[in-house]
């Protein structure tokens, strides 16, 4: 089992800079792949960035590379989604997910674990 606790989000204005955090616990949470996704009232979650479990693979969708990254804390078992230059495009509710497995993957369908989401809302 693995159990994925979400913070970070909030207000922002456009240009502003956030970090999500997300850890993860439980008996199966060392070596796993991780990931953001982010789902917006109406329309489907929609992948973010993702990290494998070795922590040496990282890919982030093509619309946010630029703007977003997704760093390791291994220390503490966590992975960061650092947004910059935020725009009210962004705004949405952000999920941590984890695989059961190392490999990275930007298939919401291979995620079997979740997060409960944490909102982010870019307004000016």
């Known amino acids: 089992q693995v159990h994925l606790e979400e913070s970070g989000g909030g207000a922002a204005q456009p240009g502003d800079s956030l970090r999500l955090s997300c850890t993860a616990s439980?008996?199966?949470?060392?070596?796993?792949?991780m990931a953001w996704f982010r789902e917006v009232p109406g329309q489907e979650r929609e992948f973010v960035a993702t990290i494998s479990g070795s922590a040496k693979a990282t890919y982030v969708a093509d619309s946010l590379k630029g703007r977003f990254t997704i760093t390791p804390d291994n220390t503490k078992n966590t992975v960061y989604l650092n947004m910059d230059s935020v725009q009210p495009e962004d705004t949405a509710v952000y999920y941590c997910?984890?695989?059961?497995?190392?490999?990275?993957?930007?298939?919401?369908?291979?995620?079997?674990?979740w997060g409960q989401g944490t909102q982010v809302t870019v307004s000016s």
């Open positions: 439980g008996s199966d949470s060392n070596n796993v792949a």
């Open positions: 997910a984890a695989r059961s497995g190392p490999f990275a993957s930007a298939r919401r369908i291979d995620y079997v674990y």
